[in-house]
């Protein structure tokens, strides 16, 4: 728990969002400003600022976002379409909140390379 982080302030129950999967090491919200039909941001309960932060011992909770993403998609209904799992990492690519976590988009085509 770091105490100005915002997704640490979800986790906590003390900001609200549109919660759509927990799991022991993970929990899922919908973005609240969606780039896609299905716009959902996978986060691991354990406070890990940047891609950069990631330790050898994080390796099982790391993986436990795509998992989550993989049943996300599953429920949204556009596994088989297609949908993208990214990660930003620091302000170059466009990270805002320095809490690792997974944009799960689908729904619509998306364009490669991204922006
Ligand atoms: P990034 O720019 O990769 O760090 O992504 C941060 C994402 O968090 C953006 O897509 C924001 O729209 C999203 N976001 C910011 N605040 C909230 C919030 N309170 N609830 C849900 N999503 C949020």
């Not at 890990?48 to 599953?74: C, F, H, K, M, W």
Request: proline letters at 6%.
């Amino acid at each position: 728990m770091s105490s100005d982080c915002l997704f640490c302030k979800i986790l906590a129950g003390e900001i609200p969002a549109d919660l759509v999967y927990e799991s022991d090491t993970a929990v899922a919200f919908r973005d609240i400003n969606p780039q896609a039909p299905t716009h959902v941001l996978v986060i691991p309960r354990k406070h890990i600022a940047t891609i950069n932060d990631i330790e050898p011992d994080d390796q099982q909770i790391v993986g436990s976002l795509y998992t989550a993403a993989r049943e996300i998609a599953a429920a949204a209904g556009i596994a088989e379409d297609g949908y993208r799992a990214v990660m930003n990492c620091n302000e170059g690519a466009g990270q805002s909140v320095f809490h690792i976590h997974l944009h799960v988009l689908g729904g619509r085509a998306l364009g490669w390379p991204p922006g």
